[in-house]
C-alpha cells in the first residue's frame, strides 16, 4: 500500500521555480523535529527558493541554524484580532509564492481565511486553498507518513508517492557542520567518558499518564550502570526530581537536566549506545540523531501514530500504565535495541 491519496488536486503541482515560498510548523517539539523531514522535500524542490519558515519562539535558534531555512520567523501566537491583522499583513506583505501548513491547524487555516481575497497557492487542510490535503485517512497516518502525503499531493516527491511507512525521516547530521563542532557538542564537555544510555523520562507537565516512574528509572540506571555503560539523564525543569532520583539510586549516573539545549541533546543521542525514555520530544531528537532507541507509551498515545522513526531501530513498549511496566521488560528491550555491551557500537 502507498500513500497516494484518491484526491488529485486540481491545481496541479506547486512551481518549482516558486521565488518565495513560506513553511509553517509551530505545535509541539516532537511534532517540529518530524516536519524536518518535510522541510527537506521542500527545500530540494524548491531550488534557489528564499525558503521562510514560520514557527513558535522556542524553535528560532534551532531552526536558524537548520540549511532549509532561509529566513526563521515567530507568529507571535496571536490572541487577539489585532495581532491577528498584524501578522496577516506580514505574510501579505511578504507575497510568497506558495506556502506549505505543515501543522494543519484551526489556528493555520484561519492565516489562509485571513489572506483572502487573493491568498498564495497554499497546501494544507483550509477550505478552498489551492492544494488541499484530501486523504480520507490523513487523521489515521503516522505523522511522517501524513506529511510525505500531503507534499506528495502538492506535487512533490517521487511520482507515486512514498509507501506507507517509507516516507522520508528526519535527519540532524547537519547540526555539527553548521555550529562548527564546538567542545560542547562534545559528551566530554559533560564528563562523559566511555559508553552510555541516554535516558530521558520527561513528558508532557500535564500529562502524567505519559511518565514512567522516577524510581523505575532508578532501577534501569542501576542496571546499566552494572554493565559497564553510564546512565546519562537529561530534561528540562520539571525532570529535577526524575533527575534527582536516578542519581540517589545510581551515583554512577550523570544527571544533566536542564543542561542540554535542542543541539547537545542531538549529537548526545548520536553517539549513545542507546537512548530510552517517555513519548516525549527529545526522544524524537534521539531517533532523528540516529540512536537506537526504547520510546514508553501508556494506553493514551498511539506509537503507530505518533512513535519515533530512526535510521536506528526503534522500539515501542507499550502498557494500559506505564506504572504497570515492569523494569525487566524496559532492560530487555534496551539491550535488544542498543545492546548493554560497552564495546563501542558501529555507527
Request: hydrophobic fraction near 40%.
Given at each position: 500500500?502507498?500513500s ?70 515567530s ?26 501548513d ?47 502525503d ?5 506535487g ?12 522520508p ?7 555539527r ?36 516512574p ?17 546512565p ?6 520539571d ?10 539510586m ?7 537536566v536542564?543542561?542540554?539545549n ?35 507509551f ?15 531501530a ?10 504497570d ?23
Amino acid at each position: 500500500m502507498n500513500s497516494k491519496a484518491a484526491h488529485v488536486a486540481v491545481a496541479g503541482p506547486m512551481p518549482a521555480d516558486a521565488r518565495k515560498v513560506l513553511v509553517i510548523k509551530l505545535g509541539a517539539l516532537g511534532d517540529f523535529i518530524q516536519a524536518l523531514a518535510a522541510a527537506r522535500v521542500i527545500r530540494d524542490y524548491h531550488v534557489g527558493a528564499r525558503i521562510t519558515l514560520l514557527t513558535t519562539e522556542p524553535f528560532k535558534d534551532f531552526a536558524r541554524a537548520c540549511p532549509y531555512f532561509d529566513v526563521v520567523e515567530s507568529d507571535g501566537r496571536p490572541r487577539d484580532p489585532q495581532d491577528l491583522a498584524r501578522l496577516l499583513a506580514r505574510i501579505r506583505a511578504a507575497r510568497y509564492d506558495a506556502v506549505y501548513d505543515l501543522q494543519t491547524s484551526g489556528r493555520t487555516s484561519n492565516y489562509y481565511l485571513g489572506l483572502r481575497p487573493w491568498p498564495p497557492r497554499w497546501s494544507g487542510i483550509a477550505p478552498g486553498c489551492s492544494h488541499p490535503h484530501a486523504n480520507p485517512a490523513r487523521e489515521t497516518m503516522h505523522t511522517l507518513d501524513r506529511l510525505a502525503d500531503q507534499l506528495h499531493e502538492a506535487g512533490l516527491g517521487p511520482r507515486d508517492g512514498y509507501p506507507i511507512g517509507q516516507a522520508p525521516l528526519p535527519d540532524l547530521s547537519w547540526i555539527r557542520l553548521a555550529l562548527r563542532d564546538p567542545p560542547s557538542l562534545q559528551p566530554a564537555y559533560f564528563g562523559i567518558n566511555g559508553p552510555y544510555v541516554l535516558m530521558i523520562p520527561g513528558a508532557s507537565a500535564h500529562r502524567p499518564e505519559k511518565r514512567w516512574p522516577p524510581e523505575r528509572y532508578g532501577e534501569l540506571a542501576r542496571r546499566i550502570a552494572e554493565k559497564g555503560l553510564t546512565p546519562v539523564v537529561i530534561g528540562a525543569a520539571d525532570e529535577r526530581e526524575a533527575g534527582a532520583m536516578v542519581s540517589k539510586m545510581e551515583p554512577r549516573a550523570r544527571n544533566l537536566v536542564t543542561r542540554t539545549n535542542l543541539f547537545q541533546i542531538a549529537t548526545l543521542a548520536a553517539q549513545a549506545h542507546a537512548a530510552v525514555g517517555n513519548d516525549t520530544g527529545p526522544m524524537h531528537i534521539a531517533a532523528a540523531a540516529g540512536a537506537p532507541c526504547v520510546v514508553l507509551f501508556s494506553s493514551d498515545s498511539n506509537p503507530a501514530k505518533v512513535a519515533p522513526r530512526g535510521r536506528s531501530a526503534v522500539l515501542a513498549l507499550t502498557a494500559p500504565s506505564l506504572a504497570d511496566l515492569p523494569v525487566d521488560d524496559v532492560a530487555r528491550a534496551v539491550s535488544n535495541v542498543g545492546g548493554l555491551d560497552p564495546s563501542p557500537r558501529q555507527r
